[in-house]
Nanobody
């Protein structure tokens, strides 16, 4: 089992920045690829970014590429999402998730074994 707890959400104006963190406990953190997803009201949960077990590979949704950066610290068992130049359409509950490795279907929620409870991000215009 892996327990995931997100933090760092909040209210920010358009153009601002936020940094989300996800703390992991349980099984060896470095054994899992980590990802961030988000879910806006009335919409399906969508992929945002993922990072490999060692941190050397990252992938992003086109909608956040160039604005968001995913990173991990295996010594601290954390994965972060730095979000810059935020837009109102980034408003959503953000979730971190874990899978054993970056699978071919990394952008599907079904590829992930563990999920956090989510943290709300609201971007005002």
């Amino acid at each position: 089992q892996v327990q995931l707890v997100e933090s760092g959400g909040g209210l920010v104006q358009a153009g601002g920045s936020l940094r989300l963190s996800c703390a992991a406990s349980g099984r060896t953190f470095s054994s899992y690829a980590m990802a961030w997803f988000r879910q806006a009201p009335g919409k399906e949960r969508e992929f945002v970014a993922t990072v490999s077990r060692g941190g050397g590979s990252t992938y992003y949704a086109d909608s956040v590429k160039g604005r968001f950066t995913i990173s991990r610290d295996n010594a601290k068992n954390t994965v972060s999402l730095q979000m810059n130049n935020l837009r109102p359409e980034d408003t959503a509950v953000y979730y971190c998730a874990a899978q054993p490795y970056i699978s071919r279907n990394y952008y599907y929620t079904s590829a992930y074994d563990y999920w956090g409870q989510g943290t709300q991000v609201t971007v005002s215009s």
